[in-house]
């Protein structure tokens, strides 16, 4: 049979009514054997009283750790708070120094220029994208308005459709 598992009040239960067992029948007799083992009424009391000490111990840790915690998110949200202003104070005082901002921990984030074939590709996407939603710059639309103020006007404006190729994005 399969042994269940027992909740930390459970357990305290079943340890204080064994206790409180062996204080109320056991008290006459001289030893118990259990598992090839003597044991005397006290010994079985403190068997069951060092797993309700250990078990007392176990929450009360839990507590602590539970409060230190608390008081580490609260010490952390405060840090947090004056180092961005900290930081700030520094730069501003010390400028783009980076051996004295490195003294603090500060390391001066430097851009780095996007690659030939970054910006090529970015160029690619982004003429397939305007491909896709059919969207114009601003001579393209100029160029509709006018066509479109040209017929109305009652001239007679042949517009032809702009064609373009569709283009194909690789993807690596």
Do not use: C, W
Request: hydrophobic share 40%.
């Amino acid at each position: 049979m399969a042994a269940t598992r027992m909740t930390i009040e459970a357990q305290n239960t079943q340890d204080s009514a064994r206790i409180s067992g062996v204080k109320k029948r056991l008290t006459t007799v001289a030893s118990i054997l259990v598992g090839g083992v003597a044991y005397t009424p006290t010994q079985i009391i403190a068997i069951y009283q060092n797993d309700l000490d250990g078990m007392a111990k176990v929450a009360a840790a839990k507590l602590a750790l539970a409060e230190a915690r608390v008081e580490t998110a609260q010490a952390a949200t405060t840090r947090k708070t004056f180092d961005r202003g900290f930081k700030l104070l520094l730069e501003g005082q010390y400028g783009n120094s980076p051996a004295t901002l490195g003294d603090f921990g500060i390391a001066i984030a430097v851009r780095k220029d996007p690659t030939v074939e970054v910006k090529a590709a970015a160029l690619t996407k982004t003429k397939a994208t305007r491909l896709l939603r059919h969207t114009m710059g601003k001579t393209q639309k100029k160029e509709l308005s006018a066509a479109a103020e040209a017929t109305t006007t009652g001239s007679t404006v042949t517009v032809s459709p702009v064609t373009t190729g569709v283009a194909t994005v690789a993807k690596s």
